[in-house]
């Protein structure tokens, strides 16, 4: 319960409860989540609860919503060719189709984040790819991931005019900028044979990481 200071008046009489009322809010005001405050305490698992965010030296080490903030935590990134959906750590679940030979950017995703260390990362990701028409069972859709606008993926090849579900490991490092490419079947008797891709997702395991310090 918060301490509710006693407003004193001219010739109130100094009480030992009021005084016991004094010593019980200085006790109070020295404890932090009910442990008293020092220079080396042992917490004994005490909760800190309430805090809204915690701030160091002017710099936010944990922001509202209870994450590190300003690359206060450092991860690597593996990917998870198992593609489990607790493992997303980014998409585009939107479409694209493109007709004719010739690659063409679709799907794009956010830059990969500062807070992964270093340049060695794996991630996977998966999308899915058809192609627009196959009366002949000759034409194909080809798709492939992209890193900074360079090829990085193994091809993906398609006959189905029904979405299958492809998936790469592809390595990233921070800042890079993931996209999926496109290429339609071309003309010929039938026109234009177009391309589909769509659901781009992103895999990984992200494992905290200690910052090195400077030598």
């Excluded at 360079?150 to 299958?164: D, L, R, W």
Aim: glycine letters at 12%; one cysteine or more; hydrophobic letters at 35%.
């Amino acid at each position: 319960m918060a301490y509710s200071p006693t407003t004193w008046n001219t010739n109130d009489v100094i009480t030992k409860d009021k005084l016991n009322k004094i010593e019980q809010g200085i006790v109070s005001a020295s404890k932090l989540s009910g442990t008293d405050i020092d220079t080396d305490k042992d917490w004994n698992g005490k909760s800190i609860t309430n805090v809204g965010s915690l701030t160091s030296h002017g710099e936010t080490i944990i922001n509202t919503s209870g994450e590190f903030a300003g690359g206060g935590a450092a991860y690597i990134y593996y990917a998870d060719p198992q593609c489990n959906p607790a493992n997303v750590c980014a998409q585009n679940l939107n479409s694209f189709s493109k007709s004719d030979h010739g690659y063409a950017k679709g799907l794009v995703l956010p830059e990969v984040p500062s807070t992964a260390l270093g340049d060695q990362h794996t991630v996977q990701a998966q999308w899915q790819h058809r192609v627009g028409w196959n009366a002949d069972g000759s034409q194909a859709v080809r798709s492939k991931i992209y890193v900074n606008d360079v090829a990085v993926g193994v091809e993906k090849i398609g006959i189905s005019t029904g979405y299958v579900t492809v998936s790469d490991t592809i390595p990233v490092k921070p800042g890079d900028i993931i996209s999926l490419w496109v290429s339609g079947a071309g003309g010929g008797e039938y026109g234009s044979i177009y391309g589909f891709i769509q659901n781009l997702k992103i895999f990984a395991f992200a494992v905290p990481a200690a910052r090195p310090t400077m030598w």
